[in-house]
Each structure stands twice: as structure tokens, then as C-alpha cells.
């Protein structure tokens, strides 16, 4: 089976999400994609101190009639710091005959190498790199860390990169839209009208709850 794993705070959870995920999925021939809420996110503190509940229950709001859409709460079973590569290889010991491809926008791509043993996620599974608006990358071998790029092979035809594992980094460009989760707790903090940002059901229960309420 052919798995997505789409991490992210989702704090909210918005309609960029879904749409990456669709995309993903229709690219790569996913079976499934699953949301994975961060628990405590590494790179930087999460806005607001929305619990993890509140964003899972969003999320689980977002995707709610889709059989290949799930939810994990796997960042939350376990202490620490949520880094993608221990969450990856709990799915890789979960799942082993899976074929995993974890799911990032091109801005997270372009500072991978900031990440916590950021070269065990190539050899680990592939990758699916979502175009975000702004950062489009027209060299992806250029976009690697100095560290790694040894390690990959270029198929411009097929806009991949091939790691010495086997595994792909296979890149998306789609439809970008241009949605901010800081702009939309923004504007739900203001009592503005933010049901074109998420789904209705994500936006009903934001303002029922007041959770971005000053």
C-alpha cells in the first residue's frame, strides 16, 4: 500500500492542507493519506497554545467522510520533540510492506537541512514536495543540503530526484494556494469571516469554541 504522511501543526487546519493532500495523492497514486498533528513542534514554539486535542479534533473535522483520509495522534503517544524522522520510522516499524511518502511544501524542502537528522529521512521513505506560493524550486539538486546532494540523481522528466536507497523525491506543482495559518487565526481572533479558509465544519467549530478569541 502506497501511504502519505502529511505532518503539520493545523493550527487550523486549512484548505492548502486538503488541497496538497488531494494533489499528492492523485501524483503518487496514494492509497491513503494520513494527518499527523505535531505535539510539541521542534523549529519553533506553537502559536496561541491551541491543545493538541483541539487541532486533532479539526483536523479530524476536516477530514470526515474521506476513506482515504485519516488522522494520527502518534506525536502525541510519545515524549520529546515532535522530529519527523523518529514519526516516520514509527510508521516504517507500524507498517513495514508500506511504501511511505512523507509530505512537505517546497519552504520546508529548501531548510530541510535544518532538520533533525534530516539525511535518515531520504533513506527512510520518499518524499512528496508540494510547490508553496513563493518558493518554487527550479533546481531541486540546488535546493539540497551540500551534505546529501552526492547522494541523488536528477530525472528531469519525471521532476524527481532518485536517492541511493531507491526511495524518490518527487515534486508537485498544482495549484498553490496562498493561505496562512497565522493570517486566518488572525482573522478568527477579529471575528472575520474565515469559512473560504477552512472547511465549514473547521470554521463552525473555531468559532464556537473561540479558540483564537483574544
Not at 513542534?41 to 479534533?57: C, D, M, Q, T
Not at 477579529?190 to 473560504?196: L, T
Request: glycine content about 8%.
Amino acid at each position: 500500500m502506497k501511504v502519505g504522511l502529511l505532518g503539520g501543526s493545523f493550527n487550523p487546519v486549512h484548505n492548502a492542507h486538503l488541497q496538497v493532500a488531494a494533489e499528492a495523492r492523485s501524483a503518487c497514486l496514494l492509497d491513503r493519506v494520513i494527518f499527523i498533528p505535531t505535539a510539541d513542534p521542534p523549529h519553533k514554539p506553537l502559536a496561541g497554545g491551541v491543545s493538541f486535542e483541539i487541532r486533532s479534533a479539526m483536523v479530524k473535522l476536516a477530514i470526515a467522510g474521506r476513506a482515504d483520509y485519516e488522522i494520527s495522534t502518534i506525536e502525541a503517544e510519545r515524549p520529546g520533540k515532535s522530529y519527523s524522522i523518529d514519526t516516520i520510522r514509527a510508521f516504517r516499524q507500524r507498517c513495514p510492506d508500506d511504501d511511505l511518502f512523507f509530505i512537505i511544501g517546497g519552504d520546508s524542502f529548501a531548510e530541510i537541512g535544518l532538520w533533525h537528522r534530516y539525511a535518515d529521512i531520504f533513506c527512510e521513505c520518499n518524499l512528496i514536495v508540494a510547490e508553496r506560493p513563493g518558493c518554487r524550486l527550479n533546481d531541486p539538486l540546488e535546493a539540497l543540503p551540500d551534505a546529501v546532494r552526492g547522494k541523488f540523481r536528477l530525472n528531469e522528466e519525471e521532476k524527481s530526484l532518485l536517492h541511493e536507497s531507491g526511495h524518490l523525491v518527487k515534486f508537485i506543482r498544482g495549484t498553490p494556494l496562498d493561505l496562512s495559518s497565522t493570517e486566518i487565526r488572525r482573522k478568527a481572533a477579529e471575528g472575520a469571516d474565515i469559512s473560504s479558509c477552512v472547511p465549514f465544519d473547521v470554521a463552525h467549530y473555531i468559532s464556537l469554541k473561540r479558540i483564537y478569541k483574544k
